[in-house]
């Protein structure tokens, strides 16, 4: 079956940077993007770009444009997702969540990992 | 970029209600649109893609329909397992946005 098991909880301080991992397992790791979403709390979902493991090519949302780095390494079918100059309001549970279709990014979503908590503070 | 608009932001229902949920998109998305459901304290589950197609193992009292901009979820009969924040999402092209969500409760 699909898995996505993400890194644990991290706590960071203002300007430090996360990098958070999401292993997969039970299909072609390399066949499907992956995609990182976003969720403050109590609030609603934010997709913050994908990947396409294949490749190695991005996509990310223009907010994080210059604060993200989506990586991943196919010896271990695991993605990754770096985002430096951490401030009070990126505190959040991030997702990794994968494309449902092997053709592309432009996807629904069909498995999801468990999130992982991201606080941010001094 | 286009923006997704869910209405309303949360409604309360009785058991064995038919209840509905409207996502609206600021341009044409053609059938490019997702629902998802989270319960409180899980991970999102897909129900719904291509705006109408019921994803594998959802049951049969959800439903989808609409293309372009106007887009409705509807649970046929309300149940107490239903009880969730549901969001919709575009996914033609980047920026894959989701709509705010609604909360559904029971009355």
């Known amino acids: 079956q699909v898995l996505l098991v993400q890194s644990g909880a991290e706590v960071k301080k203002p300007g430090a940077s996360v990098k958070v991992s999401c292993k997969a397992s039970?299909?072609?790791?390399?066949?499907?993007?992956m995609h990182w979403v976003r969720q403050a709390p109590g609030q609603g979902l934010e997709w913050m770009g994908w990947i396409n493991p294949n490749s190695g090519g991005t996509n990310y949302a223009q907010k994080f444009q210059d604060r993200v780095s989506m990586t991943r390494d196919t010896s271990i079918s695991t993605a990754y997702m770096e985002l430096s100059r951490l401030r009070s309001d990126d505190t959040a549970v991030y997702y990794c969540?994968?494309?449902?279709?092997?053709?592309?990014?432009?996807?629904?979503?069909?498995?999801w990992g468990q999130g992982t908590l991201v606080t941010v503070s001094s | 970029d286009i923006q997704m608009t869910q209405s309303p932001s949360s409604l309360s229902a009785s058991v064995g209600d038919r209840v509905t949920i409207t996502c609206r998109a600021s341009?044409?998305?053609?059938?490019?649109l997702a629902w998802y459901q989270q319960k409180p304290g899980k991970i999102p589950k897909l129900l719904i893609y291509?705006?109408?197609t019921l994803q594998s193992g959802v049951p049969s009292r959800f439903s989808g329909s609409g293309s372009g901009t106007d887009f409705t979820l509807t649970i046929s009969s309300l149940q107490p397992e239903d009880v969730a924040t549901y969001y919709c999402q575009k996914y033609n092209s980047a920026p894959l946005t989701f709509g705010g969500g609604t909360k559904v409760e029971i009355k």
């Open positions: 969540a994968r494309s449902a279709s092997g053709y592309g990014g432009a996807y629904s979503f069909d498995y």
């Open positions: 039970g299909y072609t790791f390399s066949g499907y993007y």
């Open positions: 341009q044409g998305i053609s059938n490019y």
């Open positions: 291509g705006a109408s």
